[in-house]
């Protein structure tokens, strides 16, 4: 059985940084992509960033792009989100996500998924 642990999630004051791992096990997930997506209160689920994992591809939301990190570590089957100069808006629960076919903007694309873990950032 799949299963997907997100951690690192916390309170943190705007212009922070915090690193979230999500932890895959299970299965080999070589030749998957991994996506991050968040979704807020009263919002609906929106894509962060996704990696392949052969040859790492990255890709960001315009909202993030240049304050957040993806990475992965394929012996350890896990992947990172690296997110600096934090802002209140990005407050929301964090997800990860296997993709499994179609576009990987899309959380219907992915078939697995982890518990998320809540990202706060005051002002």
């Known amino acids: 059985q799949v299963q997907l642990v997100e951690s690192g999630g916390g309170l943190v004051q705007a212009g922070g940084s915090l690193r979230l791992s999500c932890a895959a096990s299970?299965?080999?997930?070589?030749?998957?992509?991994m996506g991050w997506f968040r979704q807020a209160p009263g919002k609906e689920r929106e894509f962060v960033s996704v990696?392949?994992?052969?040859?790492?591809?990255?890709s960001y939301a315009d909202s993030v792009k240049g304050r957040f990190t993806i990475s992965r570590d394929n012996a350890k089957n896990t992947v990172y989100l690296q997110m600096n100069s934090l802002k209140p808006e990005d407050t929301a629960v964090y997800y990860c996500?296997?993709?499994?076919?179609?576009?990987?903007?899309?959380?219907?694309?992915?078939?697995?998924w982890g518990q998320g873990t809540q990202v706060t950032v005051s002002s």
């Open positions: 996500a296997v993709h499994y076919s179609g576009s990987v903007y899309s959380g219907s694309s992915y078939n697995y």
């Open positions: 299970g299965r080999t997930f070589s030749t998957y992509a």
């Open positions: 990696i392949r994992w052969s040859g790492g591809t990255t």
